[in-house]
């Protein structure tokens, strides 16, 4: 069946540090993938997606995931965070059950 | 505005007393679909829908009903509600169920069963 792993349960950075959060799906035909955003006591957000062509995706606020096909991974990336960052993150794809299957997701808590 | 509509926001309830939670949207979207997010878990399909009077079961829908009669609404009905569904539910829309389609979500409704 189809998973999606998130290995980094809570991440804490100071601002301005830089972000990667590790995602990583076990689906071997044609992938469509996401990163959710849930800011604290809102709805989930969509951040960036990658259906196909280039491999890195650029998304809003900053944000960027590349594909990595050989890894099965599709990692998130941010250069300089901010407190306003502050959200749980969630890594999906697309399984052929015509439906997305989201990962654990990762807490991710900005110092100020 | 495009949006997906859940009501109630948050919801306290007994043991045993049926419960309906509503969910709209105004997108024309075929694909609807029911969340449960709990700690540690991420978000579980609970059931979807393809289209006007076809549903399916997601990955938990023990406890759990629901109808499609209108296109713009899905909601989820709880029979006999329990402790352990006590959770966060989210409503999601896409435009249909192929892969490269977002799902948007709801607000999301906090309930609490005692």
């Known amino acids: 069946a189809q998973s999606v792993s998130q290995h980094n349960h809570h991440v804490i950075l100071s601002e301005a540090a830089s972000l990667e959060l590790g995602c990583n799906y076990s689906y071997g035909g044609t992938v469509n993938l996401f990163w959710y955003v849930q800011y604290p006591g809102q709805h989930l957000q969509l951040l960036l997606k990658y259906f196909s062509g280039d491999p890195l995706v650029k998304g809003i606020k900053g944000f960027e995931a590349e594909f990595i096909k050989s890894k099965f991974s599709f990692n998130l990336r941010k250069p300089s965070v901010q407190w306003s960052d502050t959200a749980e993150y969630f890594c999906a794809v697309y399984s052929s059950a015509s439906k997305i299957i989201f990962g654990s997701g990762t807490r991710l808590s900005i110092r100020p | 505005e495009a949006q997906v509509t859940q009501n109630p926001r948050y919801l306290i309830t007994v043991t045993g007393k049926k419960l309906t939670v509503t969910c709209s949207q105004n997108?024309?979207?075929?694909?609807m679909s029911w969340y449960r997010q709990d700690p540690g878990l991420g978000l579980r399909q609970i059931y979807y829908?393809?289209?006007?009077?076809?549903?399916d079961k997601g990955d938990v829908p023990e406890g759990y009903k629901v109808s499609r009669k209108e296109k713009r609404n899905f909601p989820l009905i709880l029979e006999s509600p329990s402790p352990n569904q006590t959770s966060l539910y989210f409503c999601a829309s896409r435009p249909g169920a192929w892969g490269n389609t977002e799902a948007f979500f709801g607000q999301g409704t906090r309930l609490t069963v005692v």
């Open positions: 997108m024309n979207h075929e694909y």
């Open positions: 829908s393809m289209n006007v009077e076809v549903t």
